[in-house]
């Protein structure tokens, strides 16, 4: 399984944007999936996640009410999207997976990873 994402740039304090994690290799149906992110100097932190199957969703608390997550099986890509972003949320965002069905923001539940997608939100 490879992951890929994209959508990152710079944006002003309370725009948005929509990461995307496209997928191949497998069918990211059979996995739960996460969006994490790092700031320079930071710990890697879990922002979100989607069981697979059902779909339930998990949000980081500072980013709730903000993020949404979700996927698109016929493009075997998951999204997350980014609305009222603020400096705080600059980092490197990754997506990652495991076949468990599992809803966790931790990241050593997660087994593949992306590269990750740079965001930055500043004027």
């Known amino acids: 399984l490879q992951l890929v994402e994209s959508g990152g740039g710079l944006v002003q304090p309370a725009g948005s944007l929509r990461l995307s994690c496209a997928a191949s290799?497998?069918?990211?149906?059979?996995?739960?999936i996460g969006w994490f992110r790092q700031a320079p100097e930071k710990e890697r932190e879990g922002v979100a996640s989607?069981?697979?199957?059902?779909?339930?969703?998990l949000y980081a608390d500072s980013v709730k009410g903000r993020f949404a997550i979700s996927r698109d099986s016929a493009r075997n890509t998951v999204y997350l999207q980014m609305n009222s972003l603020n400096p705080e949320d600059t980092g490197v965002y990754y997506c990652?997976?495991?076949?468990?069905?599992?809803?966790?923001?931790?990241?050593?539940?997660?087994?593949?990873w992306g590269q990750g997608t740079q965001v930055t939100v500043s004027t």
């Open positions: 290799g497998d069918s990211l149906d059979y996995y739960s």
């Open positions: 989607i069981t697979r199957a059902g779909g339930s969703k």
């Open positions: 990652a997976t495991t076949p468990k069905f599992t809803q966790t923001l931790r990241s050593r539940d997660y087994e593949y």
